[in-house]
Structure formats: structure tokens, C-alpha cells
């Protein structure tokens, strides 16, 4: 019995494929498909539900095994990774939930998304995201975990960018995803981390370890895997990206950002309960991030003028608050809480559009008074208090600007370093040069023809050539006077430049930061 | 070691030779690429064969073949393939073949001589791969220049064409110059060693070598001149500016086997480390610097690009880096993600190429300015170049995911630092070849030409295909290339890490 839990992610797995290898080929396209498309994405998901209700049910009688586990998916040395998944408990019951939102959602989309170009896709997309989901919530290992984690975001990003002719859709998608890989990367360090001081990769066994490791190691390791929950569940200092991501279909953002995914940050909190239990100073630091974005997010809300964005920033209260809980070790309030706040949340953003639809003509609720009166709090508010804006000249924007100077770097310095022979479309530029050749005369050619070099060797011969020219030149044949101090001027000016240039933030940073690095 | 009754070595490096040989002999070019073709399809069974007869409890070096070459240098004709190798000749004839399906149409001029040196490449490459004797391995390695000459310079794409042929060449001759070196160095020191006459103890062959005693400080030379031949081939950064050129200028099919095919990474792992097995773990940090400036210096270039084929370029110099760094991590698991990484290398890195060539081929440029809303006109080949990105990132699913996970892991085990050097390289890639998406596939179609252009034809999504399967199925199962490799690499890391490795898994 307990086996068949396997076949909950595979359904919609094999759901997913078979539409999405029947659209690329074309034989699901068009509206006279739609039905057939409907169905295998439907009865995939209705079969993973009630296969939920099955286990939970012999759950509740008999008992089910805490970890199942079905084999190994890569075993190299001492690394083994595991195909476990947790068949008992709060894992099972949040699945069965899951589940039954995506089996709601999925049937509303039907009619929705009816005669839409994108159908096929959206129901492709869709179901990948229920494997994505419930392999997330079911695996007993970490790294299992983050293949749901990885995945969710993938398909998140597919329908952020659904409309992927307009520019502001995929613009977005690809902004979310990027903010998104962050928290990935920080998860997969707290991945790296488990594997290499625990030796062991499984949720269950990882509290056992626990404590041969010291308090710093602890807390770099919870602090990886709260980063990550706290990049997926929108908490400050990354909450914009919630913002940007309602740009997909309705019933889309209902499951992705009011009700699933934008809880497996705090799902993940419930999975790493043990090692937070341990680190009081990275759950402190988890209920504060809480706090502050509860508040962040309660007064931007407030400001917001179309139904979607209050009440996406309504989630990110709330999620708030379910990290505040978290941290402080309400875990059975978080647990209340987090079920509530699913389904509430999920049947809101679903009922967003006829919501209006209903209250259309009835005067919308006021900004508070006190808010309305304090000017400048309120334009702050509206602005979202520029948290964007400054992260994006914190991060993005240096990067950038490395990135273009090295790019300079690149084609300017180390090209021409390198040595690369003149190109044949540069040698005979006109007419009148290629008749130059032939006369064998070399009218205007202000280069000394007889160290001209090719190849790295070459150069350096050439310029070795040159400079002492150069030097002879100037120094030597027209005399020491004054050509010498001119010279001298200009040279000291461009270390003075080049100081400069080195003295900027930028490099600074990342001078220190490569210091930093050889340190650790 | 096991003798197999029949060369497979040399009919793998003899077929595709005598397919070029057949297309001079026929007139008619339809001819000459259907023995084009059949040589590859051929060819790709037999590596197919090898790899199913290959026996994965062995970690030492298979399907030996020993013959007489040059007697008075002892040189033989030595060929030989172990876990760390088998995999690469099934993977290269399978992109070879992928390359000859995804030009059949687009080569116009002089076809017959582009498909024979594109066989002889093959042979070359496949020669490269299995030769365990040191001057055969440098004659195969240079062997794959003159093809690749005349490639670049009588088909390419772009007006500096024959320039960058050149540029090649001078970079890979360069290249080669610190490798011969270190090779008769060897070869000299074995002589020494044996105390026998120069002439008498030369010996080039690669598994006695491995085994001969060396003073530390020859074994630092050495070291230093294989890196430095290889790195210009893998290519490291600062050698790496032939590759952006190259892939501007050669024709796709090219770019997308010099990117697809990474001779430079493999010879480090099969040469380099184990040539100077004392000195190797004391200069490891040098290599893996090396390997992570790489990493963020492509990736930091790439986000300036404005043209498909430089960004693609950049960013597998980029993935390229982190490949050293697994390497010079010596843990099993980041030599694991090394290989798996270079073998998908040959799936993931040449199929973008292949699809930036058949936009190229459509559109005649690839410049961010002349695309835009790609995705509406050419679905299919948008599909496909959504499954090839997200495996190159390393989305679980798709063969990226582990080969990445283990890189990490490797990395991470070898130094803190440079784990998080990986994980923050990897994050600048994505944001590089996404950005890039959103701006040529995705949008609004703002020019006339792209609404008139024409989705894959059946025989590019044929050639596609083969690849993403492969991709797919690698993603799934990976344990079943880690077993190939896994005996080979235990004892290489035995060679000069004197860690307790168990062999368990052997018996």
C-alpha cells in the first residue's frame, strides 16, 4: 500500500511529458485537442489526490512507515543519494493538501484558459508543477527536495513569462528567476554542507548528527538554508520579486504565489526544525526577517490600488508572520497557520478577477488616516521604499559595470595580447592600396614595415621593436630637453588614472571579497 | 589487462578514414553524403558495441592494441581505453553524426571534400581519445589541425574567416610546443632513470610512465608545460580568445564540435596530473585558481555579449572553468561531475551552437539587434533551445543537474572559498544566457525578416532530437556513466592521493 506513493509525482510526470512531446510534434495543438490535453492533466492529478486520501487514510488506521525508501539514484563513494520519500505525517498531510488545491485549480483552468494560444503549454507547465511540488514535499532526502525546489521555480518562471510576446512578462519571468537561482545556490551550499560535515544527506538522520558539529558550523549551515527559504517565500530583502511575478494567468498565480509554492520556504523551515532549534541566533534572525517583512509588506500593501498586487503583498505579510512564528518556535501555531493560510489565500487569488467583477461600482476601502496624513510615509510606501532600486544599485549594477570593463579587458588587452595576425580584410582596405601592393610601394604606411610580427612571439618582437624606437626617437635624437619632463608628466598622469580607476568601489570589493575568499 | 580478439581501437580510428577515402572516389555529391552518413551511423555502433563490451570491474586499460611504429625511438602504435576514455568515442561519433544530419542541406559548395575532412577530424579525435602512446597522442592531437584548417578558412560563415582559420592554427601550434616538450622530457627521463643509453631507454608509452620514477622538481616542469598545452586548448583564460573567434567565423556545424568536444580538459585529466603524480596535489590550487578565474571572467564577458554564437562561446569557456576546478578539486565526486560534464559538453554546448547556426543559416546574423520574437515564428526550435539552456544550468531532470551537483560538491570538499566561487559563476552564467533569451526569443518580433522564417526542418529536429533524449536519459539514470567511470577514477586518485580509497565496489 504505502508503495504506491511513488505514483503521486509520477503522475503528473508522465502527465507532463506526454503533453508536452505531443504539442512539440503537433499532434496536441489547436482547440479540437484541448479536451484530450484537459483530461490527461486532470485525471493525473485527480489519481496523485486520491492516491493522497488512500495513504492518508491508511495513515490515520494503521500507521505508515516514517521513510520509504525505493533504491538509489547515485551512489559514488561515501555519497550516497537516496530515492526516499516520507510516507507519514505532516510531509503527507501538506501533500494531500497540495494535491487537492492543484486538482481544483486544475479543473477551473479548463474553462479559464479556454481557446487560449498557450493551452497545451499551460497545462504542461502546470502538471510538471505538481510533480515539481509534490516531489518537494514527499522526498526524505535533501537533495530530492531541491529537485522540487528547482523545478517549481523553472515552472514558475515559465508562467511569469506566459504572454512571452510582451516585454514586461518575460522581462519579469527573467528577473524572478535570476533573484530566484540565488536562494537555489544557497540551498544547494546547505546541501554541500550537510553531505560534508554530517555525511549524510537525509532529513530524518540529519538531527542524529547534529551535535558533533560546533556552534559556527551550525550556524553557517542553517543560515544556507534559510536564505533559500527566505528567497522562495519572499522575505525581505527579496520580497520585490513576488511582486513582478503575478504577470502569469490568474489560476496560475492563485496556485504558484497564493498558495504552494510561496510556502516551500516555509516548509523547508519545518524540515531544518531541529538544526534551527539549535541555532537560537539564526532562528532570531529568522522571526526578525519575519517581523520586518510583515510590516514592509502590510504598509506597500495598504497603497496598492489593483487587486492582484494587495493581495499578493497580503501573502507576503502573512509570510511573514508564519517566519516570525517559525522563528520564535510556535511550531504548532506555524502549522495552523500555514494550512489556513493556503487554502484562504489560493480561493482568493483564484476568485480575484469575478471578485471584481461583483464589487464593481462600490467604492473601494480608503488608505488609513494615519497613513494618508503622513505624506512622506506614504509616498515611501508607494515607492515600496525603493527596495528594488537598491538592489539593484548594491548588486546588479557593479556587476554590470564589471562586466563591461572586463569586456573592454577582453577585446582591448588580451586579444591583441594573445597575438592574432592582421586580418585579410584589414590588409587591403581600398583600391588604392591594393595598387599600392602591386607597385610594391607603401605610400602612406607610417609603421616600420620590417618589424611587423604576427602571433604572440611575433608581437612581442614588433613592440619590443617599436618602443626602442620609440625611446631612441624621442629621447635620443631630439635631445633630452624637453621631451623628457613632457613625457615624464604624461606617464606620472596615467598611473595617477590608474590609480584612480583601481581605487573604485568596484574593484575594491572585489579585491576583498577575493581576499575574503583565499581566507575562508 | 585484457587483449579483445578484435581491434575495435583501430577500426573506430580506420572507418571513418575509409569513408573519406571512398567520398574522394565517387563523383556525385547526394553519393558522398550518404557515405558520409552511413560512415557516422556506422561508426557510432561500433562505439556503441565498445561501450557494452567494456568491462566495468576492470579499472585499468582496456582493448589494448600494441604495434611495432617507430622502432628507434621506441614509439608503438599503442592504443587503449580505461573508464575515464570509453565514453568519450561513443560521445564524439554521436556528435559528429549530429553535425553531418544538421548541415546535410547547408553546405553548398565543395561538399564532398567539406564531409572527407570532416570524417578525417573524427579519426583524429577518436585517436586522441584512446592513443597510450605519448608521440601518437601528440601526432592525433596535432592531426586534428589541418582539418580543422581548412574547415574554419573554406566554409565559414563570417567575412574574417580565413583569419581566424589562421588564428587557430598559430593558437594551437603555440599549444603544442610546451606539450612536445614535456614529452620527450619524459621519454628522457625514463631513459635516465632505467640508467641505460639515450637511445636505448626511450619510452613514450603511457602506462610505463606512470609508473617511472621522477625527481620532484622534472615533475613540476612538467606539470607546468602539460598545463599550459592544454589550457590553450581547453581553452583557460588567458588563452581562450581563439574560441570567441572561432565561433564567430567558422561554419555552426564546426563551432558546435570545437565547443561540443573539450581535448583540452580531457588531456588534463588523462595527462597532466597523473604525468606528476608527487608535485600534482601541492599545485592543484594553481590549476583550480586557474579553472575559477576562468569561470567568472567568461561568465562576467558573457553578460556583455551581444551576439548568440560569442555568448555561447563565452559561456562554455565559462562552464569550462568550472571543469577544471572539479578536476583539480582530486575528490572523486568533482571528478565524477568533471567527466559527466564533459560529456555533456558534446550534447548540451554543441546543440545550442547547432541552433544558433540555423538561425544563422535563416536570418544571416545572430546579432541581438537583428532578432527578437523568435519564439512565435520557430516554436520547435525554441522548445529545444529551452531544454539545452536549462540543462546547461544545471536543472535537475536534465543531464546538467548532476554533473553540476558533484562539481559543487567537489569543489566545496576541496576549499570553502571556491565553492562559493562556483555556485556565484554559475548564477552570473544563468543570468547571462537568460537575459539573452528574454531578448531574442522572447518579445515582440520587431523586424520583417523574422516573421518570415521558417521552423526547424524535419531533419534538424532529427538531429535535435538524438541529443535531447540523450540528455533526458543522462538526467534520469546518471549512475550508469558513474559506474563506467568510477574504477578508473578510484585508482587514478590512488595514484597520487595516498587516501584509503575502497575498492569495494569493484568485487
Known sequence: ?520 | MNVSFLPMLSILIGLPLVGALLIALVAHVKWAKMIALTTAVLELLVAVTLVFTFDTSHADFQFIEQYAWIPTFHATFFLGIDGISVLFLPMTALLVLVTIIASWHSVQSLTRLHYALLLVLESATIGVFSALDMLLFFLFWEATLPPLFFLIGLWGVGAKRSHAALKYTLFMLCGGVPLLFAIILLAVNHAHQMGELLTQGLSFSFPVLLNTPMPDHLQTVILCLLILGFAVKTPLVPFHTWLPTVAMESPTQLSALLTGLKLGAFGLLRFALPLAPNVAGHYAWLLALFGAVTLIYGALIALQQTNLRQLLAYLSISHVGFVTMGIASLTLQGLQGAIFQLLNFTLIASSLMLMAGFIQQRLGSTELVHLGGIAKVMPTCTVFFYLCSVASIGMPLTSGFPAELLLIIGTFKYQFGLGVVGLFGSILGVAALFMFIQKTFLGEARHLPIHQLVDLRFHEVWALCLSSLLILIFGLWPQYVFDITQGSLALWLNRFLNLPLTLSFIS
Open chain 1, 1 to 520: 500500500m504505502e508503495h504506491f506513493i511513488i505514483l503521486i509525482p509520477l503522475f503528473p510526470l508522465i502527465a507532463a511529458s506526454c503533453i508536452g512531446v505531443l504539442h512539440l510534434f503537433g499532434v496536441l495543438d489547436g482547440e479540437k485537442s484541448e479536451r484530450t490535453t484537459a483530461r490527461i492533466a486532470n485525471y493525473a492529478v485527480g489519481l496523485s489526490c486520491l492516491i493522497c486520501f488512500l495513504l492518508l487514510g491508511h495513515d490515520y488506521f494503521y500507521q505508515n512507515t516514517a521513510v520509504l525508501t525505493l533504491g538509489h539514484w547515485v551512489r559514488i563513494h561515501d555519497l550516497e543519494i537516496k530515492l526516499n520519500v516520507f510516507a507519514h505525517g505532516f510531509s503527507l498531510k501538506l501533500a494531500t493538501l497540495f494535491a487537492l488545491l492543484l486538482c481544483i485549480v486544475m479543473r477551473f483552468s479548463v474553462n479559464y484558459l479556454h481557446r487560449e494560444a498557450g493551452f497545451h503549454r499551460f497545462f504542461f507547465v502546470l502538471s510538471l508543477f505538481a510533480f515539481a511540488m509534490f516531489t518537494l514535499v514527499l522526498s526524505a532526502n535533501v537533495v530530492g527536495t531541491f529537485v522540487g525546489w528547482e523545478i517549481a521555480g523553472l515552472c514558475s518562471y515559465l508562467l511569469i513569462g506566459y504572454l512571452y510576446h510582451r516585454h514586461y512578462a518575460t522581462y519579469n519571468a527573467t528577473r524572478v528567476f535570476i533573484t530566484n537561482r540565488l536562494g537555489d545556490a544557497a540551498f544547494i551550499a546547505g546541501l554541500v554542507l550537510c553531505y560534508l560535515w554530517l555525511g549524510n544527506i537525509d532529513w530524518l538522520d540529519i538531527p542524529v548528527f547534529l551535535h558533533q558539529l560546533s556552534a559556527q558550523k551550525l550556524n553557517l549551515m542553517a543560515l544556507c538554508f534559510v536564505i533559500a527559504a527566505m528567497v522562495k517565500s519572499a522575505q525581505l530583502p527579496f520580497t520585490p520579486w513576488l511582486a513582478r511575478a503575478i504577470e502569469g494567468p490568474t489560476p496560475s498565480s492563485a496556485i504558484f504565489y497564493g498558495a504552494i509554492m510561496i510556502h516551500s520556504g516555509v516548509y523547508l523551515l519545518f524540515l531544518i526544525r531541529p538544526l534551527l532549534e539549535l541555532t537560537p541566533l539564526i532562528a532570531g534572525f529568522v522571526a526578525m526577517m519575519g517581523l520586518l517583512t510583515a510590516g514592509y509588506a502590510y504598509f506597500v500593501g495598504l497603497t496598492q490600488t489593483d487587486i492582484k498586487t494587495s493581495l499578493i503583498f497580503a501573502t507576503s505579510a502573512q509570510l511573514g508572520l508564519l517566519f516570525l512564528e517559525c522563528g520564535l518556535g510556535f511550531w504548532q501555531l506555524a502549522t495552523w497557520h500555514l494550512f489556513a493560510h493556503i487554502s484562504v489565500r489560493g480561493y482568493q487569488l483564484l476568485m480575484a478577477p469575478s471578485l471584481l467583477q461583483t464589487i464593481s461600482g462600490t467604492s473601494i476601502q480608503k488608505v488609513p488616516v494615519f497613513l494618508a496624513e503622513n505624506q512622506r510615509f506614504y509616498t515611501y510606501a508607494t515607492q515600496r521604499f525603493w527596495l528594488e532600486s537598491m538592489m539593484d544599485w548594491l548588486l546588479i549594477k557593479p556587476i554590470l559595470n564589471l562586466a563591461s570593463d572586463l569586456h573592454f579587458v577582453d577585446k582591448q588587452i588580451i586579444d591583441p595580447l594573445m597575438g592574432s595576425p592582421a586580418p585579410t580584410i584589414h590588409a587591403i582596405s581600398s583600391l588604392a592600396q591594393a595598387q599600392e601592393q602591386t607597385i610594391g610601394a607603401h605610400l602612406d604606411n607610417t609603421e616600420d614595415t620590417f618589424a611587423q610580427g604576427s602571433g604572440l612571439a611575433g608581437k612581442l618582437t614588433q613592440w619590443t621593436a617599436t618602443l626602442l624606437h620609440w625611446f631612441e626617437y624621442h629621447f635620443i635624437l631630439q635631445g633630452v630637453s624637453e621631451n623628457v619632463f613632457r613625457y615624464g608628466r604624461h606617464l606620472g598622469h596615467i598611473a595617477n588614472q590608474t590609480e584612480l580607476a583601481l581605487l573604485k568601489p568596484r574593484y575594491l570589493f572585489t579585491f576583498i571579497f577575493i581576499t575574503l575568499l583565499v581566507a575562508l
